[in-house]
């Protein structure tokens, strides 16, 4: 069956299922609900500018969700960095209600739809926070993650201080990844590729493991 004709929510599910992600028509409604209200309130706050449903699924819903697949087992926080709409963070929480999120967005409108769309899913342990991620203290998570277009090395400058100690910060890469790394020499670095449910598009997942100390 041709993508294009596949509606959103089995366009969720198998995507799911490639990415070996169990999940719960519960939680396929969560993010069908989370679609809707994404799609309105872009129409005046331009959250994403994805403008199609199988965009905004694969692209936005399931590229998030590739960041589950390589989450520390037993993960109890996450915090993520330059949030926007909510991803990746707001994907990973649906499908595991009992984490801790932070959101870190420093932009008031994307903040605002942040809190509204927690509230509309009823989702508990959410916290927003609207500021750029190098003036946030007093808060840590065992993982960072981020979507937004910072370097490996922007992020550990950035938003080092937010992961805990034994922690790990996670990015996902397009294909200069190699240039970065080479900026980079004092941390822990392992890389997994993963590709994007109905794109054919290779990610490379990084994930830089915090020293103690």
């Given at each position: 069956m041709r993508t294009q004709a596949l509606t959103a929510e089995e366009?969720?599910?198998?995507?799911?299922?490639?990415?070996?992600?169990?999940?719960?028509?519960?939680?396929?409604?969560?993010?069908?609900?989370?679609?809707?209200?994404?799609?309105?309130?872009?129409?005046?706050?331009n959250l994403t500018g994805l403008k199609t449903d199988r965009d905004i699924v694969i692209k936005n819903?399931?590229?998030?969700?590739?960041?589950?697949?390589?989450?520390?087992?037993?993960?109890?926080?996450?915090a993520d960095i330059g949030s926007g709409a909510g991803f990746p963070g707001l994907p990973?929480?649906?499908?595991?209600?009992?984490?801790?999120?932070?959101?870190?967005?420093?932009t008031e409108k994307?903040?605002?739809?942040?809190?509204?769309?927690?509230?509309?899913?009823?989702?508990?342990?959410?916290?927003v926070v609207n500021q750029r991620a190098e003036e946030v203290w007093g808060i840590q998570a065992e993982?960072?993650?981020?979507?937004?277009?910072?370097?490996?090395?922007?992020l550990i400058k950035k938003?080092?201080?937010?992961?805990?100690?034994?922690?790990?910060?996670i990015l996902s890469k397009g294909p200069k990844l190699s240039e970065?790394?080479?900026d980079v020499t004092t941390e822990e670095i392992s890389v997994t590729d993963r590709e994007l449910p109905f794109e054919h598009v290779v990610r490379h997942l990084v994930v830089v493991k915090k020293a103690s100390g």
């Open positions: 366009l969720l599910s198998q995507g799911m299922t490639e990415l070996g992600l169990q999940h719960t028509t519960a939680e396929i409604a969560a993010f069908i609900t989370y679609l809707g209200e994404l799609r309105k309130w872009s129409r005046a706050y819903f399931l590229d998030s969700l590739l960041f589950r697949t390589v989450l520390p087992a037993g993960v109890r926080s996450l990973l929480k649906i499908l595991d209600p009992a984490l801790r999120l932070i959101l870190i967005e420093p994307k903040a605002a739809f942040l809190r509204h769309i927690c509230s509309r899913l009823g989702l508990e342990s959410v916290e993982v960072v993650v981020t979507r937004a277009l910072f370097t490996v090395a922007e938003a080092g201080h937010i992961c805990a100690e034994n922690g790990c910060m970065e790394l080479k």
